[in-house]
């Protein structure tokens, strides 16, 4: 027997991914245009995000953020880059795109700060074995509102 299984129980999924990633941010992606991962790292706390490449998940053995990204985002059909801050129990999504092209990486500092008000979804825990979506702002907008509000 392996000391360390995969669970398949979905709550127990649920359970394993909460425990590891509330209070932090994925970037979920399928690879990073030029040098957007550069700028990424060279941006003031760009090195503590977790990045998962769609491109390289074990989708037949899935482990838990694999399992939560296959499951509750990518139905969520946004542009990727995906932007996710991970509560106790509930998940912040904001894509990172603009006119089709990743956004620059200095700009989620200002997605970050109101990211509780502008949002793209809203995923929330209310049984132990699923997340219930709400949507948040259209996909089409995503620009912050603190960069609007310097040009009004």
């Known amino acids: 027997m392996p000391l360390f299984r ?15 990633f509330a209070g932090k941010h994925l970037i979920v992606h399928g690879g990073f ?8 790292l060279a941006q003031a706390g760009g090195a503590g995000y977790f990045r998962l490449d769609l491109r390289q998940m074990d989708r037949r053995r899935p482990a838990p953020v694999e399992w939560v990204v296959q499951t509750f985002l990518e ?23 603009r006119g089709g092209q ?4 200095s700009e989620i500092l200002w997605f970050l700060d109101e990211l509780e008000t502008r949002h793209h ?11 219930e979506t709400t949507r948040g702002i259209p ?3 995503n620009e912050p509102e603190a960069m609007l509000g310097g040009l009004q």
């Open 139 to 141: 996909v089409e907008d």
């Open 6 to 20: 995969r669970q398949r129980d979905p709550a127990a999924r649920l359970d394993a991914f909460f425990a590891r």
């Open 75 to 97: 139905p969520l059909d946004l542009p990727l880059p995906l932007f996710v801050e991970v509560r106790e129990a509930d998940l912040l999504v904001r894509h990172l795109t």
């Open 33 to 40: 245009a030029d040098n957007w991962l550069e700028e990424l």
């Open 121 to 131: 979804a809203r995923l929330t825990r209310h049984a132990p074995d699923t997340l």
């Open 102 to 105: 990743a956004v620059h990486p």
